[in-house]
């Protein structure tokens, strides 16, 4: 049974950490924030972060935060909603999660099914890798 326990409170944080970025995302992408959710999502990059995005281009870190920094509120409205969290693996330091994002905005919603590389010291997961497949499924 604590094992079981332990794995759940692991899987609990992993979609913490994956709602937190995103919950920042939809709000910087969506609404006029402030600097300081700009400053969370760049704290939240590891100094190496990388992403394949869905169009399938490759972008550094300090690409994806200068689109990012100049997309503030263009997607007014904006929703992100993870689901299906799933940790794939698991090492000293490294984790590797799988999970479901659905972006709407008014009608509008297209969903993406991403795998990303969180390296982290057990307290603090910092976003290393993420590569986004489009999903047209149900």
């Known amino acids: 049974m604590a094992a079981e326990n332990r794995d759940a409170a692991v899987e609990l944080d992993l979609s913490e950490v994956v709602?937190?970025?995103h919950w920042d995302l939809a709000e910087w992408l969506g609404t006029d924030a402030p600097p300081k959710v700009f400053d969370r999502i760049s704290g939240a990059?590891?100094?190496g972060f990388?992403?394949?995005v869905t169009t399938g281009q490759a972008v550094d870190r300090e690409t994806l935060l200068?689109?990012?920094w100049s997309a503030r509120n263009a997607q007014p409205g904006?929703?992100?909603e993870v689901s299906e969290v799933g940790e794939i693996a698991r090492r000293p330091?490294?984790?590797?999660?799988?999970f479901m994002a659905?972006?709407?905005v008014g009608e509008l919603t297209t969903r993406r099914r991403v795998t990303a590389v969180l390296v982290t010291d057990g307290q603090r997961h910092?976003?290393?890798s993420v590569h986004e497949t489009p999903f047209a499924g149900s």
């Open 126 to 128: 910092l976003w290393r």
């Open 78 to 80: 904006l929703r992100i």
């Open 45 to 47: 990059l590891d100094e």
């Open 50 to 52: 990388t992403s394949v």
């Open 93 to 98: 330091g490294l984790v590797v999660a799988r």
């Open 102 to 104: 659905a972006n709407t």
């Open 19 to 21: 709602a937190a970025l």
């Open 66 to 68: 200068s689109g990012l």
